[in-house]
Every structure is written in C-alpha cells, then in structure tokens.
C-alpha cells in the first residue's frame, strides 16, 4: 500500500469542513495524513478542533506581513517545511497571489458554497437566495489565478427553499460540503483524477479513471 498523501489545511473559521476531513482520516476512509493546519485568524474553532486531534497548528497573521505576497511566501515556507504535497482550503477567508497559486498548481483545491460558475466570492448563499435561484450547492475546485473560476473536481446541488435563510442554506450545503470534499481529496492521495487542460476526469465522470 502506498504511504498516506501529506496534505495542508488553510482555514479561517469554524472549521466544520475540517472536522468532517479529520473525522474520514481517523474512521479509515482518507489515505492522508493531515501535517499542519494553518490559520489567519487568531483562535478560531477550527484550529482547536485540529489541536483536540493532536494536529500541529500555525496561526500566521497575514496583518503582520507588508503583502499579500510576503504572506503567502510565509505559507509555503511553512506548508513545505511539513513537506505537503496538497493543500486545501477549508473556509480559508484570503485571496491567494498568483505566485502562490502557480507554486501549488494542480496541487491546491477549494471549498466554495455554490455551483460554481453560479455565485462566486463572498456570501454566496445570500447571493443565491437574493437572484431567487431554486438550485444552489456547492463545488470543489483546483485554484487558479481567478476568484473562484478554477476547474470543477466534483460539486452538489441542494434545493433553495421559499422560507431560507442564509443560516437554513447555508447549513443544507454545508452538509453536501462535508462529502464532497473529503471525496475530492480521496480521489487525489488515490491518484484517481486525470486532469486534461480544463478538464478534469473522475470516477464520478469518467469509468476509465481507476
Ligand atoms: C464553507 O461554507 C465554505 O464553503 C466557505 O466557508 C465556509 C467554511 O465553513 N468558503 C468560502 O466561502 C470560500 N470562498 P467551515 O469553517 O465550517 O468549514
């Protein structure tokens, strides 16, 4: 059997994506072994939830840094020192340079609550809920240099109903997230996605990978 796939998490808050990974990790159904997780907000849920797994953890103020950029050096400095080979964003609240994202192509995903390319940025559930969308959900995606235009790994789609709130909406994608992120990140430390220019194959999509 292969050794486990070294992965980095980014986070900015309560952490419920992470618990949801941590929780797969532990129960045997993510070959991966979770070596840091970073944040840039000082004691948020997310970083005890990681600590109660006896998970390293950073908080790295990206206040203290002169740039955007200086603070994403930080990050991989940080990242590599663990030796990560993926890095994923939990609810990780920052734009990310685009030397930094070009440093983990391919080799850094995201979390974000809408079918992309439907609602990107902030609030999206509201965003969803303000257009009168009857569908919305989530997507897992690889980062590229735009805000949240990277290519699509696997996504979900939840009903939007008359009464929602944020809150009710946000809640109902949120347990969608807890499943298809951990499945993205199985499929990569399984080496089961093939990823062709924008294209990326699965085995949701595609019957010949794996
Ligand atoms: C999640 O809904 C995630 O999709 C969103 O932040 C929340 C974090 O929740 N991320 C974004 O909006 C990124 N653009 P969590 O801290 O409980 O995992």
Redo the contacts with the bound molecule.
Sequence with gaps: MSSPLPVGIL??????????IIDQQESGDLPIDIKIVISNVEA???LQRAQRHGIDTRYISHKSFASRLAFDIELTRVLEKYRVELVV?????RLLSSDFVAHWKHRLI????SILPAF??????RQAIDYGAKLSG?SVFFVDEGM?TGSSIIQAAVPVLSDDTEESL?ER??RE?HRILPQAIRWIAEGAIRIEGRRIYTPENNSEVN
Aim: proline fraction near 6%; aromatic fraction near 2%.
């Design positions: 986070v900015s808050g309560s952490g419920t994506n992470l618990q949801a948020v849920l997310a964003l939990a609810g990780f609240m995201n979390v974000h609550p990107p940025g902030l609030h999206a559930q989530c949240d946000s994608i949120l997230e």
